[in-house]
Nanobody, 123 residues
Framework: QVQLVESGGGSVQAGGSLRLSCVAS????????MGWFRQVPGKEREAVAT???????RYADSVKGRFTISRDNTKYTVYLQMNNLKAEDTGRYYC?????????????????WGQGTQVTVSS
């Protein structure tokens, strides 16, 4: 039973933009924290952004000012708007949910994960 489904990945040139979407089941969307993470082969999964039901969003330093996390409660969807993309943003992006509050940029605190969507940025 699929709980989180990501979409919106693709290939883009440096400086371009993409918007990722993550549709969650109703139960998952009730979790207080939703986050986006990314991973490249051979490296650990790293946090990109997290958004809490308290309206507080947190970002990794590497994406501050370029990425924005948001949620549409009517569509059970979390978005990640990515602007001014860089080659180092390349990776597989995962949506995740956590019932541990406050929200943190720590993958281990997230219990539910999607399958991911690939983002490739060419320089």
């Amino acid at each position: 039973q699929v709980q989180l489904v990501e979409s919106g990945g693709g290939s883009v040139q440096a400086g371009g933009s993409l918007r990722l979407s993550c549709v969650a089941s109703v139960r998952i969307f009730d979790d207080p924290c939703m986050g986006w993470f990314r991973q490249v082969p051979g490296k650990e999964r790293e946090a990109v952004a997290t958004g809490g039901r308290d309206g507080i969003n947190r970002y990794a330093d590497s994406v501050k000012g370029r990425f924005t996390i948001s949620r549409d409660n009517t569509k059970y969807t979390v978005y990640l708007q990515m602007n001014n993309l860089k080659a180092e943003d390349t990776g597989r992006y995962y949506c995740a949910a956590s019932d541990i509050f406050p929200c943190a940029l720590t993958p281990a605190r997230y219990q539910e994960w999607g399958q991911g969507t690939q983002v490739t940025v060419s320089s």
